[in-house]
């Protein structure tokens, strides 16, 4: 077996190993017990702080879609209670 289809599929898995340890947060000082336990969901009665500080935790490709919904539609709710009651005024 020629040396350069030796070396490219050795770069290959390499390249494979780096993006499949990035993926799960391999790289990062904290362990997934520790995004687990500091992670908080949007409160409820949310303030501009509490959107400053939001964060998602991290999945295989991207965030985890929960917990994204969750956010989506605590802003949503938020969002449609500060109309009505603009609209009241």
Do not use: C, H, K
């Not at 599929?9 to 500091?38: G, K, Q, R, Y």
């Amino acid at each position: 077996m020629p040396l350069w289809i030796v070396i490219g599929v050795a770069a290959a898995i390499f390249v494979l190993v780096i993006v499949l340890a990035a993926t799960f947060n391999v790289f990062s000082a904290e362990s997934a017990e520790e995004t687990e336990a500091d992670w908080q969901p949007l409160p409820q009665d949310f303030t501009p702080e509490d959107l400053e500080g939001l964060s998602f935790r991290p999945a295989l490709r991207g965030y985890r879609m929960e917990d994204v919904d969750s956010a989506v539609t605590a802003l949503r709710t938020r969002i449609t209670e500060l109309e009505a009651a603009r609209e009241q005024q």
